[in-house]
């Protein structure tokens, strides 16, 4: 079976922040070479410790941080230079949704505002938003309250609907249930994933909780400084990591 061509593609990318100036000057290679594909409807989890450059990953392939070397494809073409040529194709949920929603926002405006880039606001937007809503479990007795009105878990629900009211192809998860309390967290998860069969969106899954990433990624990738040390299907990895930093790495997120 040829497999469908890839909506995202990292091929040998490489980022360097420098920072400081004189003797203070510093520079960090938060990524190195580093190259992966991510098919329709399926989800790829990073995985690392903190600093191991799974947040700029996210944010190339987001095309918010322009690599040094290396390319990146989106669809199948280089990356567009401009912002709002991709707004809507790619979508991006973060860990803290208090900081992603305008606190003066309703929800219904929160989850209207992707769509509002390239449309006027009708009332098919407004349908559209709401039956969004519907779709992660929040009744339109929601629509019309603010973020402080509602609860962790629910505002993720409509982190969750903003990402995907556009029907987007790619989705970044970056810590995006980490925040939650774990029963929360599953309720994310098997939201994620429903709504993934239902309109086969790839996906990027950063996490530090291996037992998330198990549950919702086709495959995992291993970010070490920068690199990328091991890439397998999550069966495999699971049921045998091979790099030594693999193995390290369950027994401290594990431990
Ligand atoms: N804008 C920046 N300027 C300078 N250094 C940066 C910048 N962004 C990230 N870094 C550095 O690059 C490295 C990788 O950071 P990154 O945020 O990608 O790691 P991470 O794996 O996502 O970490 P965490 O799990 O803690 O979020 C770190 O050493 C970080 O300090």
């Known amino acids: 079976m040829i497999s469908p061509h890839p909506v995202v593609s990292l091929d040998d990318v490489c980022v360097t922040f420098r920072t400081g100036h004189g003797a203070a000057r510093r520079e960090v290679r938060a990524m190195s070479h580093v190259s992966f594909d991510v098919a329709p409807g399926k989800t790829l989890g990073l995985v690392g410790e903190s600093g191991s450059g799974k947040s700029t990953t996210g944010m190339v392939v987001l095309g918010l941080q322009r690599p040094d070397s290396g390319s990146v494809r989106f669809d199948g073409a280089p990356m567009a230079r401009s912002l709002r040529s991709r707004a809507g194709r790619m979508q991006a949920v973060l860990q803290h949704p208090r900081w ?42 929601f629509a019309s309250r603010r973020p402080h009105q509602l609860s962790g878990g629910q505002l993720q629900r409509v982190s969750v609907a903003r990402a995907l009211v556009t029907h987007p192809s790619f989705i970044v998860f970056d810590e995006a249930v980490s925040a939650l309390d774990v029963s929360v967290q599953a309720q994310i998860l098997n939201l994620i994933q429903d709504l993934q069969a239902e309109h086969g969106f790839a996906a990027l899954f950063i996490s530090h909780d291996l037992a998330a990433v198990r549950y919702i990624a086709h495959d995992v990738a291993v970010m070490r400084s920068g690199e990328i040390v091991e890439h397998a299907p999550t069966d495999v990895f699971y049921e045998m990591p091979t790099h030594p930093y693999s193995r390290q790495l369950f027994q401290e997120l594990t431990s």
């Open 100 to 141: 992603a929603i305008d606190p003066r926002s309703t929800v219904l405006g929160a989850v209207l505002e992707p769509l509002l880039v390239h449309e006027r606001r009708t009332r098919a937007c407004e349908q559209r938003a709401l039956s969004m809503l519907e779709q992660v479990g929040l009744t339109e007795a």
